[in-house]
């Protein structure tokens, strides 16, 4: 009955080489969330989708790209890895902003270590 | 911009220490607040929250009232366990018309028995 999940949980790659991170909800919400943690533990969003819909784009380098194919799945992938993308990267999810959706409920995070 | 500051970690406590962790924030209009905790190797879940003024979030012994005259929302608990040691996150949204969520920079507690 996990509400958020990542797979996987832990990846290591190849400077250079391309990769994707999975993220599903079953909460039934509408807004679906990146965020990428550093070794400090400062978090930081990416991306946000709602009902598929891309709403926020930080300032995020292009290699970064998300996909959203239905409101229940938010995809990360990551193209031309680099050392500086070594992060713990997590989904998350609310209710539609605006209208409750307050409360995020994160997953359990990808350790992503790019060497 | 929005803005939340935490005090600097990690906060180190013996076990039944009492536990304050100040935030304060920045923002325009009557924001959401919230404090989230980080176990180790998982996730953030949500510990407590306030909507308005005044308003006291509170879980698994934790507190936290929402001071709009000083801005701040900081965590307190009477007497901490070993269990407690994570990474505490201040945050807030619903500010100005934007939901865009602003978190602090996370306070680490270790609790030694």
């Known amino acids: 009955d996990t509400a958020v999940s990542q797979t996987p949980k832990y990846l290591v790659t190849q400077m250079g080489n391309d990769k994707s991170i999975k993220c599903e909800q079953n909460l039934g919400h509408d807004t679906m969330y990146w965020y990428k943690q550093d070794s400090k533990k400062f978090l930081k969003i990416m991306f946000s989708?709602?009902?598929?819909?891309?709403?926020i784009n930080e300032t995020v380098p292009n290699r970064f790209s998300p996909k959203s194919p239905d409101k229940a799945h938010l995809n990360l992938h990551i193209n031309s890895l680099e050392l500086g993308d070594s992060a713990v990267y997590f989904c998350?999810?609310?209710?539609?902003?605006?209208?409750?959706?307050?409360?995020?409920?994160f997953g359990p995070g990808t350790r992503l270590t790019v060497l | 911009g929005n803005s939340v500051t935490q005090m600097e970690g990690p906060v180190t406590l013996s076990e039944e220490a009492f536990l304050t962790i100040n935030c304060t924030y920045t923002a325009t209009g009557y924001p959401s607040l919230f404090w989230y905790v980080q176990y180790p190797g998982e996730g953030l879940q949500l510990l407590l929250k306030?909507?308005?003024?005044?308003d006291k979030g509170s879980n698994k012994g934790f507190e936290a009232t929402y001071r709009k005259e000083t801005t701040s929302f900081h965590l307190e608990k009477g007497s901490v366990q070993v269990s407690d040691s994570a990474v505490y996150f201040c945050?807030?949204?619903?500010?100005?018309?934007?939901?865009?969520?602003?978190f602090g920079r996370g306070t680490s507690l270790i609790v030694h028995p």
């Open positions: 945050a807030l949204s619903g500010s100005g018309g934007s939901y865009i969520p602003t």
């Open positions: 306030a909507t308005k003024a005044d």
């Open positions: 998350a999810s609310s209710q539609p902003l605006g209208q409750g959706g307050d409360e995020q409920f």
């Open positions: 989708y709602n009902n598929k819909e891309l709403i």
